[in-house]
């Protein structure tokens, strides 16, 4: 099993609803990601999880809120989204933590929520 | 301020010609560059990569060129064939700057015509 799956697939809420966007792998790795990604502009990291734990918060507002269960799935709560955030979510994993990225390392994504806020 | 450039956004190619795509960078630190191929709806996936310890590394029909004194980088795909149409991003990463994240290029839309 080579992938990371995301749910859900598309996702469209109010600015006051509360959601939650989901990823799952089962390749062992011990790094998970979420990036956003706008149109036509490339992926940007906003938080990477390594042994379950926060390791990287790239100043994300608190309404995003990332959370770790366990060394298979991550997800990302979100609360009071504005218009602005709408884009794809994208979930990634790597075998390796990024300290150790440089070292031949690769991220393996999902294939996104496209989150509209309205 | 853009530390990974891919300048051109869009290239359109005759099936079973040579695509070039193109990438800079800024900073000197980075030591591993990626490419990813992403098709609309879909993740980023993992296409090829290169050390800089290496000037070229060679997969199937994908082939990477790292110009370290340019700071340049480069993918050919020979021959190219239309399941190659997609955006490709160039990303970087570096072991001694404080993250190591992937820093990711604007993107290079490639149509191949049949």
């Known amino acids: 099993d080579t992938e990371v799956t995301q749910t859900p697939k598309h996702l469209v809420m109010g600015m006051t609803n509360k959601k939650s966007l989901k990823c799952e792998q089962h390749?062992?790795?011990?790094?998970m990601y979420w990036y956003k990604q706008k149109a036509k502009k490339p992926p940007e990291l906003m938080f990477v999880?390594?042994?379950?734990?926060?390791?990287i918060n790239e100043s994300v507002p608190s309404r995003f809120s990332p959370e770790c269960p366990n060394s298979s799935l991550l997800n990302l709560h979100l609360h009071a989204l504005q218009p602005e955030d709408s884009a794809l979510y994208l979930c990634a994993s790597s075998q390796r933590t990024p300290q150790g990225i440089g070292t031949n390392e690769k991220l393996f994504f999902g294939s996104g929520t496209q989150l509209s806020v309205l | 301020d853009q530390q990974v450039k891919q300048n051109s956004p869009s290239l359109s190619v005759q099936e079973g010609r040579i695509s070039i795509l193109n990438c800079d960078y800024t900073?000197?630190?980075?030591?591993?560059f990626l490419w990813y191929k992403k098709y609309p709806a879909e993740g980023p996936t993992f296409l090829i990569s290169?050390?800089?310890?290496?000037d070229k590394n060679e997969d199937g029909r994908f082939t990477v060129f790292l110009n370290k004194s340019a700071k340049h980088l480069s993918l050919h795909i020979v021959p190219s064939q239309p399941g190659d149409s997609a955006v490709y991003f160039c990303a970087a990463s570096g072991r001694s700057s404080n993250t190591g994240k992937l820093i990711f290029g604007q993107g290079t839309t490639l149509q191949v015509k049949p």
């Open positions: 900073n000197s630190m980075f030591d591993y």
């Open positions: 390749m062992g790795h011990r790094a």
């Open positions: 290169i050390s800089s310890i290496k």
């Open positions: 999880y390594s042994y379950e734990k926060l390791s």
